[in-house]
């Protein structure tokens, strides 16, 4: 039996987020909307700044196959530090706008 897992993931300074959608279009789509949200945002010279200051959103499917094997592909974004609460916010009211769209 094989099972994927997609999901949306926030991490900061060891605090981590994350939002399960149905399936990888919705998740794709959420994904795209939230980088379109934070456009300008993102760091582009990932290889000069610290740990602390990034914020890491991605998009995640977790594939756990027979024998738990698992499989990972995860894309993902880099944001300064600054946006975590505003980013973190937008995620949680349109994530909880669109699941109550869907019930």
Do not use: C
Request: aromatic share 14%.
């Amino acid at each position: 039996m094989e099972a994927i897992l997609y999901s949306i993931e926030l991490l900061h300074r060891g605090k981590y987020e994350s939002w399960d959608f149905s399936d990888e279009r919705v998740r794709d789509a959420f994904f795209k909307k939230v980088k379109e949200r934070f456009a300008g945002k993102e760091i582009k010279d990932r290889n000069n700044v610290e740990d602390m200051a990034i914020v890491q959103l991605s998009a995640t499917n977790l594939q756990i196959k027979e024998k738990n094997e698992v499989s990972q592909v995860v894309p993902f974004e880099w944001y300064d530090y600054d946006v975590f609460g505003e980013m973190l916010a937008f995620i949680n009211r349109e994530y909880n706008k669109q699941n109550k769209s869907i019930s």
